[in-house]
């Protein structure tokens, strides 16, 4: 089974209301700026780190 090469980011809760800075900082830093912006990244751990410090803001699935 191989891996995606690409992950599909969504942006489903505001990173902006009662969020610290470093998690707005994240989500800004993965091309999210509004509520259902979407972002294709590459399949790397420092993404995978950056989508996991922000999981409850995201969805994110393989391409």
């Known amino acids: 089974m191989a891996e995606a090469e690409t992950l599909k980011v969504k ?22 700026r509004k509520i259902n912006d979407v972002s294709i990244l590459p399949d790397n751990p420092s993404v995978r780190g950056m ?10 699935e393989e391409n």
């Open 51 to 60: 989508i996991f410090k922000v999981k409850h803001l995201v969805e994110a």
């Open 11 to 32: 942006l489903v809760h505001s990173a902006v209301a009662s969020r610290r800075k470093d998690m707005t900082g994240t989500c800004h830093a993965l091309g999210l």
